[in-house]
């Protein structure tokens, strides 16, 4: 009697489709995207990985708008005029009060604004094989594309692509640097030294403004430090879920931001989070954690994030200031009195950015690792 050929038919099923099963996992594996700007073509939800707690989303409808009362406008071009004590008092309780300020009449050309905004959103639109030339997650290669914050250790996502750059000494490391746009090296290097001399120029004016020497800052930092992040929000179909970078502050000195024409930028101010809407031709100065240790926690290094939205993608260009990896970072002796004693303990700021780095973006500030046992 024959046997029933049905289970050899069905076996045979059973085995096509976990073929074909096993063949589509493969080409799922080998087509894993390094850059959420690739990653998210043509998707119409955010993937979990990218998906905040409840508790923790941005609740996009209860933010203030930033006015002329909120986030302070600050008029350089009287920086070096008789109005000059005025101009120091301004900063000085913009730090004190807000720890961001905005500044216009700053020294950057215009037209050096629009290039740079212009060959960074360039740059993003290269085909996935030409941007990834240029990708690492070694967060200590001093160029690299990358993605979200730290993709080798955090558990959640970041809705940002970023081009990591070193700028001084601009000649040591320009020639890292993409040379795809052909432009890319000359303009983003000009581009570097105009906002050095900005950054110089306010750190002067921050000296002076907490009664210090003007070179004070600039002394204390050793062999200075800067470098630069080309960060790219692309528009995200569920922006209520996710952040571009959720709330941190920043490790280094001083941050020197430029951004486009669309918001993103939030402060938290007074327990409320503000909505920096972008000024054409201005930049966005904040203060970073080690200045409030120099200042002894006169100036404020303050919470902002940066929220994505359904329909624009954008561009945000910040400059970060930086101490040198072995600069001993303390408050300034000539601020510490018995009304008010030392707030931090000295440290070397590779030390500092060593804890930052292994903690990710935390709401908290790292700085309370650093107070006096």
């Not at 955090?154 to 020639?175: A, G, I, T």
């Not at 359904?310 to 910040?318: A, D, F, K, Q």
Request: neutral net charge; hydrophobic residues 35%.
């Amino acid at each position: 009697m024959d046997r029933d050929p049905k289970p050899r038919s069905l076996n045979l099923q059973v085995s096509l489709v976990l073929q074909l099963f096993s063949s589509v996992v493969s080409k799922m594996a080998s087509t894993t995207k390094l850059l959420l700007t690739d990653l998210m073509s043509g998707m119409s939800h955010v993937p979990s990985n990218y998906i905040r707690p409840f508790s923790d989303r941005p609740n996009l409808t209860d933010v203030q708008t930033s006015d002329a009362s909120s986030i302070p406008l600050i008029d350089l071009k009287d920086l070096h005029s008789p109005k000059h004590s005025d101009i120091i008092q301004q900063i000085g309780l913009a730090c004190q009060t807000d720890g961001f300020f905005q500044v216009k009449n700053h020294g950057v050309p215009e037209t050096m604004i629009k290039n740079m905004l212009s060959i960074a959103r360039e740059f993003f639109k290269f085909p996935e094989s030409e941007r990834l030339k240029m990708y690492s997650d070694d967060p200590f290669k001093t160029t690299r594309l990358s993605t979200s914050f730290n993709v080798r250790t955090e558990k959640l996502s970041n809705w940002r692509d970023f081009l990591r750059l070193h700028c001084f000494p601009l000649q040591d490391y320009v020639q890292e640097w993409p040379n795809n746009p052909p432009l890319f090296r000359e303009q983003v290097g000009e581009y570097c030294t105009s906002v050095r001399g900005l950054v110089l120029r306010l750190l002067e004016a921050i000296s002076e403004s907490l009664g210090l020497e003007k070179n004070y800052i600039v002394k204390a930092l050793g062999k200075q430090g800067q470098h630069m992040a080309l960060n790219y929000y692309p528009p995200c179909p569920q922006p209520e879920l996710t952040y571009g970078l959720p709330g941190h502050t920043d490790a280094n000195l001083i941050t020197i931001l430029l951004q486009d024409e669309v918001p993103g930028l939030q402060v938290l101010r007074n327990g409320k989070w503000v909505a920096v809407n972008p000024i054409p031709n201005t930049f966005i100065v904040n203060i970073g954690d080690m200045m409030q240790v120099i200042s002894n926690s006169r100036y404020k290094s303050v919470l902002h994030r940066a929220v994505v939205n359904c329909n624009s993608e954008r561009i945000s260009i910040p400059t970060f200031y930086c101490p040198a990896p072995d600069a001993m970072i303390g408050p300034a002796r000539e601020l510490i009195n018995h009304d008010h004693p030392a707030m931090f303990r000295n440290f070397t700021y590779a030390e500092y950015f060593e804890k930052f780095w292994n903690r990710g973006l935390a709401t908290e500030c790292c700085l309370d690792l650093f107070k006096p046992t």
